[in-house]
């Protein structure tokens, strides 16, 4: 089964991807890596603020899934099929956090956990998940990732 | 025209590479990746402090720039020559903020408008812009990137 | 002399690799890269907290240390021999720290300064170092990166 049938089946819509209203674009691949640039999923979850204060970790997991629906939107822009991803390589999650957080892995799981839905073996991938001061918009997740493309 | 030309004309002098004070190189190269180390321009642009508290967000758009012409310098000492950079693949950009600062991408916009500016499309990039607690020496911005080069 | 017996000389053991309790996995190779997930070390060392108020910087830089053992003890998992890096090529480098605390590269040099003595030049390496708000399980230090394995 195809990625997006499966999103579409979780009841997960890719929206449009970003428009460039910064000085960059969603992602740059080279060769055959794919440089995607950091998504909040802030158009598809209203939810801002702090995880543990302004958020529950449950609603920060959440909020991670749909910054990872929205980074799927620029690879599909950018590859026409999330289906020619070979394999996801590496991430990286900022987690809107005040000092002494200590559950950003659980949060940043709900990008994670959606990537292994979708791939299964394919979508398993190195990470790092920090907890930060400030996201853009005060948004309470953004992902950033990279991906090995099919030949 | 080339980049450092453009640099030159804009009033922006590359300054010496980082020297080796710390345990790490400014910059490696991996067949044609370079990976640029996160520079603060700190030598070129004296401003200290968290953006919105001890700086304004312009103010931050101007340590972005001098940020990314820092790394510049590490990039031309690398490659030689500026106009040996094939394509922007990612920046990273850190912003020192407070909790809660909405603005990172308005601030690291300083260091990717100047690469558009001085490579045009060449310059566009995947990217990332978050706010976090400290940066060395209280600068205001650092950026880390990595370049495709030319064969 | 091998990185791993150099390692043993100093006093340090690889841990057991890090089993796979969040969603993600400790590395993903790609042709001849090697990207390595954020480690921590939290098991090899017991301190937590911020750098600067919970932990001095020499704390630091040896929290540093232990997280680059076990990013150490992900490479061997991955490569069966610590001897297969032919170049570390970038280091990504979080401190817990405060606002406003300056000293993010010297806490990291911990992990740089390791890698060094291990590896010698092969061992230099591209860095960025930042202190920011929260870590998983409040670690000090958390360490990622990205290698280039031997042909």
Redesign the interface.
Known sequence: MKAEQKLQEMGLTLPEPTSGV???????Q?D??L????NTGARMYEQR??VSQDLTVEQGYEAAKFAMVAALASVKAALGDLDRVE??????G??N??????????VV?GA??LL?ELYGDTG???????????????APV?V?M?L?VKE
């Open positions: 910064a000085s960059f674009i969603p992602s740059v080279v055959r890596l440089y995607v640039s950091g603020g702090r394999r996801v390589v590496k991430l990286l900022f987690v956090a005040p000092e002494g957080f200590t559950d950003s892995p659980q799981n994670s956990d292994i398993k991938h190195a990470r790092s998940a920090i907890g930060i001061a400030a996201l853009p918009g005060n953004e950033e990279i090995l």
